[in-house]
């Protein structure tokens, strides 16, 4: 081990695996005003004076239509954002 990161080996490369970690990844001074931040934004998106990017919603999440959001992305025609709900 290695600064807490473990590497080994499968077959012919090397992959490295990061031990788990308590969420937030980054711990930093002003943390706490993340919520406040984000209460904000939801408020700016409710008044209609910050617009989402979600161009397109494929419905629930399924096989079909995650076809459907790969057909769209591997086209090269999509624009925005597509969302599957339902998770």
């Not at 904000?40 to 919603?57: C, E, P």
Request: aromatic letters at 4%.
């Amino acid at each position: 081990m290695n600064g807490g990161v473990t590497r080994y080996r499968t077959r012919s490369r090397a992959r490295t695996r990061m031990p788990e970690q308590p969420r937030p990844l980054f711990q930093s001074a002003d943390m706490d005003r993340q919520p406040k931040i984000l209460t904000q934004v939801a408020r700016l998106v409710d008044a209609g004076i910050m617009v989402s990017t979600a161009t397109k919603d494929l419905g629930p999440v399924n096989a079909a239509n995650l076809r459907e959001a790969h057909s769209i992305m591997e086209s090269g025609t999509a624009i925005g954002k597509i969302t599957l709900t339902g998770f």
